[in-house]
């Protein structure tokens, strides 16, 4: 197949630090491409693959501290280049959440849409506008049922395990970590909370978006000691294996329904326990009791803490073997392309008074069995 990944600007392909959409599309598109597909990558400049390379800009955006607005008039640029070349493609794939979405409207080539975001509702008029697009959610917690959107598949996002060593022992002394982006619903200050509680120390690395400065500075700023709490600020992606692999469990204490959570899959990875409240699609990743722990609040996370030590680290690893591999991720996503190519080619023989537009809930997801 002739593919074209169309990926945000804000980061790098693969990402230097921070950046769970685009080591997504990286790992995806290296492995179409070792598959045999004709796979055009859309990205930034500085990006690294195997595929075709169509940039849409020279360098990741977010480093360089371009925000909205102006970071929109680049995307627009990019997504005007993509449907240009439409004709050169089978299928066009589209990680940008809504942005794509009236562009694809008038497209001869088909394009499938994974929502890597969490889908709130202030999105919720431009989706249903366009609720006959293929869209692909990366979990089952993320879809939006009562709208009525044309959802093709489930596909969970997934990790290259040997790019992760396995831990078999945490480090000693134990300390907990606490790796994401340092905003409200992330829990930073939450985390801060179980670990004081718990009496572990906390190591925690993380991203400060402009509109999180404030936050940052107010709940999480004040408990910074370098000792018992200590903040590490932004790491590098060798910096965050050691640092979640070294580690007894990590925090995942969120507060909003967190589309998939790919910190989880790479703590498990490396052998580390996951202590997650149940929210989004942590139940989903966590098996509870088996690889970590699913929470409903601070006091069942500080008690989850005392228990820690039943986990099985190699059972953690093996967990995320068998469900969020690459191998399975890539077959879900070439089993969508099919499917919305088979979709089309058939419907060019409906009468014309047919709607090709699919129900919602079929077919069954592409899903992992946990």
Not at 119 to 130: H, L, N
Not at 234 to 250: F, M, P, R, W, Y
Not at 259 to 284: D, H, K, Q, R, Y
């Amino acid at each position: 197949m002739r593919i074209a990944q169309v990926t945000p600007l804000w980061e790098q392909v693969p990402p230097s630090a921070y950046g769970g959409t685009e080591m997504i599309v990286s790992l995806l598109t290296e492995e179409l491409v070792r598959r045999g597909h004709q796979v055009t990558l859309f990205a930034t400049g500085d990006s690294e693959t195997a595929a075709r390379l169509v940039p849409g800009c020279d360098r990741a955006l977010r480093p360089l501290g371009i925000l909205p607005p102006d970071y929109e008039r680049y995307e627009q640029q990019q997504l005007v280049k993509v449907f240009a070349m439409a004709d050169q493609f089978d299928i066009i794939h589209s990680h940008m959440d809504v942005a794509a979405l009236p562009h694809a409207q008038g497209s001869p080539t088909p394009v499938v849409h994974t929502l890597h975001g969490a889908m709130i509702p202030a999105a919720d008029k431009i989706f249903c506008q366009y609720r006959q697009q293929n869209l692909v959610s990366v979990s089952k917690s993320q879809q939006r049922p009562e709208l009525e959107l044309n959802y093709v598949a489930a596909v969970y996002n997934a990790i290259a395990l040997e790019q992760f060593d396995f831990y078999p022992q945490a480090q000693e002394p134990p300390y907990l970590v606490f790796l994401g982006r340092m905003s409200e619903e992330k829990g930073p200050h939450r985390a801060i909370e179980i670990a004081k509680r718990s009496g572990w120390p906390l190591k925690m690395a993380g991203k400060i978006d402009f509109e999180n400065q404030q936050f940052f500075e107010r709940q999480v700023a004040p408990h910074i000691d370098g000792q018992h709490i200590e903040f590490l600020g932004e790491v590098s992606q060798a910096q965050k294996k050691s640092l979640i692999g070294n580690a007894t469990a990590t925090l995942f204490p969120i507060s909003w329904s967190e589309p998939f959570g790919l910190v989880m899959t790479e703590s498990m990875a490396s052998g580390t326990p996951v202590i997650a409240m149940a929210l989004g699609a942590a139940p989903e990743v966590v098996a509870d009791g088996k690889t970590g722990f699913l929470c409903h609040s601070v006091d069942d996370s500080v008690e989850a803490v005392a228990r820690i030590h039943r986990i099985s680290r190699q059972t953690c690893r093996a967990h995320v073997a068998r469900n969020f591999s690459v191998e399975r991720m890539v077959n879900g996503y070439e089993a969508v392309y099919r499917q919305v190519l088979g979709d089309r080619d058939r419907l060019t023989y409906r009468p014309q008074t047919s709607r090709a537009v699919k129900q919602p809930g079929r077919p069954e997801p592409v899903k992992a069995t946990l």
